[in-house]
């Protein structure tokens, strides 16, 4: 018999082990995001319909607001639970979205657009303040939020779905650990590529939950599209599920061994 989650399908789970991720629609309201957003263009001192405004191309703000995800979100929270193996594995109870966005106003609008494959550049998994481990602890479920509706070749998140296996097995190979800089070469070995955009995957409310192994970059924006409705503001969070002296049994830790 199947486990029974709270939120997520035994179909989402299958996607989450096999893909790193999954997508949930409709987590919190418009509302909420409209007045973040709204708040993120004044303390740029910017319009969002004036580009003559846009001091630059991309931009990161710190977080000013702050708002317990179980309360916004809570098809998201149960999501989170579900893949953690349950809310008293979570090494924080009360974890939050901020408003920090990162906003692509028009990064690489001069450029041509590509598609997601190794060939882009800027591609990472997070975690650059740690030695990494297989069970690191400072790290286990990071989550995408999409504050603003994104259009395909708008400047959404590129994703490679294989890659958590490429990095756990390079973690495998390395008791002793590794230094951020120390996945170089694996994002060659991955061949399932898609751009996080559009109705199905980017629109305004949506968050993906994905594996800590991770590894993602940014796309350009396509000047010749949506002009400037094509903005995107979206928000990475990270999680941390593990607690000392517990067995591991959320998806997370599966999905590792299932890269080794």
Not at 152 to 171: E, H, I, N, Y
Not at 180 to 196: A, V
Not at 247 to 257: K, L
Request: hydrophobic share 35%; glycine share 10%; with cysteine.
């Amino acid at each position: 018999m199947s486990r029974k989650y709270e939120v997520l399908t035994d179909a989402q789970i299958e996607h989450f082990l096999d893909k790193g991720h999954v997508i949930l629609r409709n987590c919190f309201s418009r509302d909420l995001a409209q007045e973040w957003v709204a708040f993120a263009y004044k303390r740029l001192g910017c319009a969002p319909d004036a580009p003559a405004t846009w001091a630059e191309a991309r931009m990161h703000l710190p977080s000013m607001n702050r708002v317990p995800i179980r309360e916004v979100a809570p098809k998201a929270w149960g999501a989170i639970c579900d893949l953690l193996g349950g809310e008293d594995r979570l090494a924080n109870p009360d974890p939050q979205w901020g408003d920090g966005f990162i906003i692509n106003f028009s990064h690489g609008a001069d450029r041509p657009w590509e598609p997601p494959s190794a060939k882009v550049g800027g591609w990472h998994k997070d975690g650059d303040f740690f030695r990494h481990f297989l069970d690191s602890p400072e790290q286990g479920l990071l989550t995408i939020v999409v504050w603003s509706d994104i259009y395909p070749q708008s400047g959404g998140t590129f994703v490679a779905c294989d890659s958590v296996k490429q990095v756990a097995q390079r973690l495998l190979e390395h008791p002793e650990g590794l230094l951020p800089g120390g996945f170089g070469g694996l994002i060659e070995k991955c061949q399932d590529f898609i751009e996080l955009t559009g109705a199905k995957r980017g629109r305004c409310g949506s968050a993906s939950p994905f594996h800590s192994s991770f590894s993602f970059t940014e796309s350009f924006w396509a000047s010749a599209l949506h002009h400037q409705s094509a903005r995107r503001a979206q928000r990475t969070d990270e999680l941390q599920p593990r607690k000392p002296g517990r067995t591991f049994t959320g998806r997370i830790e599966r999905s590792s061994r299932f890269g080794v």
